[in-house]
């Protein structure tokens, strides 16, 4: 099984400061078709999560640009360039090249 | 636009089985594999399998082979999610995804003697 390592799992952070999500995984998810199956998701206190990033860094429609995702291989990254109060929520990577697996969630808290 | 809508709570005792609808509109239902994932209370997400609306093949981890069952109903734009043995360690919140994209509201499933 691929596992699946956020870190930090809690990420106090400054309206309108960075903040910056790391996630590993335990083996390449470079796919053969030369597409990285690696996706984040949003789950904001009390809702359904919602997908921000898929394929390492393509923004899903209506996402701000403040969100960013970075990385290649086993490493990843999820940054927000400034914070914002609906920011708050919990954040979870996910590969997609052996079925799915998510990471265990960063909370991200003002 | 794009909706999934799940069927309501439940409540089960140990041993049952459950099965929870997931019903699309807005989309072209055979072009969207929809996904089961579940959350336990206070903790994070678990991918429980896929099903091909088109063709109804479906795919699911070892962890749930065996006592999960995704169907689905073209007829009425439907998918369904069937667990069996249930135990207490099955009370969560399930979601239905198609594509990973568009979520339902999420069905509370209470496994209580």
């Known amino acids: 099984d691929v596992v699946m390592t956020q870190s930090p799992l809690s990420l106090p952070v400054t309206l309108g400061q960075p903040a910056s999500i790391s996630c590993r995984s335990s083996?390449?998810?470079?796919?053969?078709?030369?597409?990285?199956?690696l996706n984040w998701f949003q789950q904001r206190p009390g809702q359904s999560p919602r997908r921000l990033i898929y394929?390492?860094?393509n923004r899903d429609p209506g996402v701000p640009d403040r969100f960013s995702g970075s990385g290649a291989g086993t490493d990843f990254r999820l940054e927000i360039s400034r914070v914002e109060a609906e920011d708050v929520a919990i954040y979870y990577c996910?590969?997609?090249?052996?079925?799915?697996?998510f990471g265990q969630g960063t909370k991200l808290e003002i | 636009q794009v909706r999934l809508v799940q069927s309501g709570a439940e409540v089960k005792k140990p041993g049952a089985s459950v099965r929870v609808s997931c019903k699309t509109s807005g989309y072209t239902f055979a072009n969207y594999y929809v996904h089961w994932v579940r959350q336990g209370p206070d903790q994070g997400l678990v991918w429980m399998g896929w099903?091909?609306?088109?063709?109804?093949?479906?795919n699911y981890p070892q962890k749930f082979q065996g006592r999960v069952t995704m169907t689905r109903d073209t007829s009425i734009n439907t998918v369904y999610m069937e667990l069996t043995r249930l135990t207490s360690d099955d009370s969560a919140v399930y979601f239905c995804?198609?594509?990973?994209?568009?979520w339902g509201q999420g069905t509370l499933v209470t496994v209580s003697s």
């Open positions: 394929q390492v860094s």
């Open positions: 099903v091909n609306p088109d063709s109804g093949d479906t």
């Open positions: 995804a198609a594509r990973l994209t568009y």
């Open positions: 083996q390449s998810l470079l796919y053969s078709d030369g597409i990285t199956y």
């Open positions: 996910m590969q997609g090249i052996q079925g799915y697996t």
